[in-house]
């Protein structure tokens, strides 16, 4: 399990997983901080990255509403802002670990990022529009499109888009226009980008051109063939959007195949999320999981974002190779699963990784 | 455009499209008369057809009801009963004519047919199910089940499953255990199958052995990764359960590859339907499109049951190839187009199809 594999670097120390589109990783043994830095941050694109001019941008909101708008970037930035922080994750973060192997961005470790973001409430946006009584979701439509593969397909090109039910869009979803105090870059979704808190990434819709509120349930590409799962709470298992990231805690260093000196302390340490509460345990298992300790878990909890934790460990006395595993649980007492469920795809991926050590 | 190809024939004179599962399909010429006879009926299976005895099967019904039972089939032939005429179409007739060639069964133009049905209504088992306030679907749910392949796919076996707006289900559908008078057979459904009039047969499950009445979307396997296609009757294309069927006619006689004597009447036949409306008008083109003349539409109309029409066709004095075009026309004006929409996929195919004979 290596993150950087033999992939090209970026100058900035991204580890390219995809030129056309651009997508690049964090390699996740950087981590060193509760903000990861701009420069740091994974990058996931599904076309080419679309160039726009702010004074030529305007947010159409449209739809089911009493008074369809546009705002301008000006009238954007007049408004009043907030800034909340928020973890972001890719939907396929960790499929390379995969077996058997699977289509899709390989993603090791790294396509998470943790990031303050400064914005504008979706709310306020939807209140100055008017929501019709009625409706039930609001779709936001990315400028970013392309055609797609999936079957069936939909012809000609079609936009990154994404619903987003009406309960969850006016609770906490921003749309930011600054990422760790600076103007968002091309390739985090300038001029202005969704941030869903506590959802995996994709819900996130870059590039954002227009907001459409909606009577009845959107059913895009990136929600029904793509970004979407079995859901079997029902009585039959229906195809349902991705929404929730999943409990899950990683380890940044040691990293896989890192040797560490025998009978001394090694500081194990990492990074643990979830997406509907928070993280109220990390776990470190030193030989292959029979048996665990906690972890420290470091700061005060910040709501929707990562959770940085430590672990010194005592290293054996002998050399040879040792298993890491990292285990999280939320405060809702879901655990971290030792399998990737088959019903989630090639997405949702939270199972427990080991990584390999060797002492010496 | 062969319909019978090269593929063997059963003892009925059906075509043989697939043995497992069994995919039997009419040779439309042999079209006569307004009922299909039950040997001639096309067979449509997703997996191993199942071997259902009478005196053990029950339907259960249940989900957002009141009062969830199950009947016995005994219990179903003491229902009061109703009789009606439906034209079933596999929503992938035709799909051997699509350039390029795609996967799926290889439909020609033999998978559809038209019975009459002898049942208890939709409407009556609800009600006595007595149907929650905020229950908006029923899903039909077959005993046939299996695995399936495409992504992302649920794990293990499922069943053939659909559900319906329960508008519809109250409107029209039936649970039928007779065909043209006689108990279903197991590869028509034995021994209870939906009908839902005017639907693509995907919607008319067959060997049911549960109803459950629910308050949210079901977007099952068979209703968003198969049999669905790109709805663009909305702002962004979203994926749609396929439903009605779409208006056709197809020639049955002269079919392709025949000779006819020049300078005498032919009589073109065949038959034409249409899902939510009826037959207005099935016009017929010798001359591969240039002129059209109107058909004679046979019998008096019955709702969502296909419409027999003829034509005399005075054939040229010289010889050398023909090519002959049907197309209908609805009573909502919706006419045939003569191209496939791709947003359709690989279901939906009404396109006009020409067939070429030899005038000699």
Redesign the interface.
Known sequence: MKSADNNPLTSDGLIVREKEPLNLEMPFSTLSAFTTPNESFYVRCHFPIPEIAASEWQLKV??EVETPFSLSYEELLEMESRTIAATLECAGNNRIFLEPKVKGVQWGLGAVGNASWTGVTLAAVLDRAKVKPGAIEV?L?GADEGAVD??????GK??F?RSLPLGKAYDDVLLAYEMNGEKLTATHGFPLRAIVPGWYAMASVKWLRRL?V?S??????YQ??DY???DRS???????PLREQQVKAEIARPEDGESVPANSTVRVHGAAWCGDGEIAKVEVSADAGATWNAAHLLDAPVKNAWRLWVFDWRTPTKAGKQRLLARATDSRNRVQPFEH???R??YMINHVLPIEVEVI
């Not at 009845?216 to 590409?221: S, V």
């Not at 029902?234 to 349902?240: C, D, S």
Request: proline share 13%; hydrophobic share 25%.
């Open positions: 449209e739809g779709i439509e999936k079957t069936p397909r939909p012809s079609i936009s888009s459409i909606s009845r349930p959107f059913n895009g590409y029904s063939l979407s799962f079995w029902g009585t039959l298992p229906t195809l349902a469920d088959p019903d795809g090639t």
